[in-house]
């Protein structure tokens, strides 16, 4: 294994500053197996293959040129992250969005189509670091689309077929290069029972060679229309179903993401609106392994802090961005590693009040996805009855969150994560107008903020107070204490948008129909 390539990309840095010269041409002798793997970025990517080059070619003879650009190049790294995490970019620029109904944004690449369509346009963003120019192409898959997903780092798009056979759905792996089928995916169809003919909408993930959907689908029951969601795993390139996980009369599959490539979280909701059911059921975020069979229970239950007998949980959604593997095609973020990220939980709570039930404002839940992976059992976890999966109450693990009120909008939603970075947008009682703010979970965020020439043109405010504010806090009935400490980074001037985003290099800003790209 790779131990060296899941460091943190400032750790590979702080070693490579420090090795002599004797020891850098050694290292540029295990160059893409382990230093290349760990320093990969669409900059830092340049920047070793030039630092590799200067070694091969004055190797012991010119150690002094050598140390020169190892530290002019280290020095251009640093800057280029000094900028992001200052929001101060170098270069910005505007395009319209196309018409459709259906569209993405990963890796650097915005994509749009229209449902029951099989076109597909890709818009890649322009890298100021790199002097990589925008790049625009166009796929006919020759399926309908019903929805789609994509990594650009495998050349891979995901559809979702938008006609259906019955219950079965079907899936299909295409080349986003080509609109074909994958020439790595065995079997480029896949299907999925569900229960009924029709389904409302679905959510797609894809972790590597994981690819994760969930159908959210409605049934008819005692005259109400009830969620009856179902979750399908696959590895797309055999084709193989991982998982499978469907919901029942009281429980619904609400939400999932990925965790690594051996687990997924789950969260499930109780459908109190049914006559008969304790709503005093908790819901709960449960981590799978799919090594346990495609029916596994769960290894996991993270149960959410205990609510009063009138409150209720009426929506669930987890985020996390997806994880590709480093290599010369796919960045990553700075100061983290592929294995350190975080994840996002949002609540809406309601309260019955007088036989009302009056929503509340949303909750927001952010925590690093280990917290999910490690072991409890030593801190106090038991067994859930009759099952092998660790319940672990919110007491163990309410600590390791912040707990917070910021909304997201539901239409860009999975992509206001990246990294250990949160974006969002703050108002400024302009309509349409806001600053933008960048929170970095980094607990190395703070010492990485380095001073750039000229002007400020943000603020920064350290934040590791317990609680933000106790607004909500009647309906819980046990203690929330959430301390998880961040950097707050907000622009001091505000931008007309409607929504805002982000990945590694680039932050978008989106209005009407056009996005601006700010390019760091």
């Known amino acids: 294994m790779n131990h060296f390539g899941r460091l943190p990309t400032e750790l590979v840095v702080n070693i490579i500053e420090c090795l002599d010269p004797l020891s850098l041409v050694a290292a540029s002798g295990v160059r893409s197996q382990y230093i ?8 830092a990517a340049t920047i070793w293959l030039d630092m590799q080059t200067m070694a091969l070619n004055y ?69 100021a670091t790199t002097s990589e120019d925008e790049r625009v192409w166009e796929i006919n898959t020759g399926v309908p689309i019903r929805d789609f997903s994509m990594d650009v780092f495998q050349d891979l798009v995901v559809l979702v077929d938008y006609r259906n056979t019955g219950s079965e759905r079907q899936v299909r792996f295409h080349s986003m290069s080509t609109g074909t089928p994958h020439p790595l995916a065995k079997r480029p169809v896949v299907t ?18 994981l690819v994760g959907i969930l159908f959210q689908d409605q049934i008819l029951y005692a005259n109400q229309r009830l969620e009856s969601n179902v979750l399908g795993v696959w590895a797309w390139k055999t084709g193989d179903m991982l998982l499978r996980l469907p919901s029942t009369l009281d429980h619904v599959v609400e939400t999932m993401c990925f965790l690594s490539s051996s687990h997924i979280l789950v969260g499930w909701r109780t459908l109190f609106y049914r006559e008969g059911i304790n709503r005093q059921v908790m819901p709960s975020l449960d981590v799978y392994e799919f090594s346990k069979g495609v029916d596994a229970q769960p290894s996991k239950r993270f149960l959410l802090p205990k609510m009063k007998e009138t409150a209720t949980v009426l929506e669930f959604s987890i985020c996390c961005d997806s994880t590709p593997t480093p290599s010369q095609y796919c960045p990553r973020p700075f ?85 250990l970075r949160v974006i969002r947008k703050i108002s400024t009682g302009v309509q349409q107008h806001f600053k933008i703010q960048l929170c970095d979970f980094n607990p190395y965020a703070v010492s990485s903020i380095e001073s750039l020439p000229g002007k400020p043109t943000s603020t920064y405010r350290y934040v590791n107070s317990a609680m933000e504010s106790t607004f909500n806090m009647h309906i819980f009935t046990q203690q929330v204490y959430t301390p998880l400490p961040y950097l707050e980074v907000t622009t001091k001037r505000s931008f007309e948008a409607r929504d805002v985003m982000l990945d590694h290099d680039n932050v978008y800003l989106v209005r009407g129909r056009e996005i601006e790209v700010l390019s760091f």
């Open 335 to 419: 100061y983290t590693s592929p294995d350190h990220r975080i994840c996002k939980v949002q609540i809406s709570l309601g309260d019955e009040l007088d036989g009302m039930l009056t929503r509340e404002s949303p909750m927001t839940l952010l925590l690093f996805t280990h917290t999910f992976l490690r072991d409890y059992k030593p801190m106090g976890a038991i067994l859930g009855e009759g099952t092998s999966t660790t319940i672990v109450p919110w007491e163990l693990w309410g600590e390791s969150t912040r707990l917070t009120l910021w909304n997201s909008p539901a239409s860009v939603y999975s992509i206001c994560v990246n990294g």
């Open 59 to 127: 190797e012991l003879h010119s150690p002094t040129a050598y140390r020169r650009l190892l530290s002019r190049c280290l020095e251009e790294l640093k800057a280029y992250y000094a900028r992001y995490s200052s929001l101060r970019w170098m270069k910005s620029y505007c395009f319209q969005m196309e018409y459709g109904n259906l569209w993405e944004l990963y890796g650097g690449v915005y994509a749009q189509g229209a449902m029951g369509h099989g076109m597909l346009k890709f818009r890649k963003a322009m890298v």
């Open 36 to 43: 290349l793997a760990a320093l990969e970025t669409n900059t």
């Open 192 to 209: 999925i029972n569900a229960t009924e003919p029709r389904f409302e909408s679905c959510n797609i993930a894809i972790n590597n060679d």
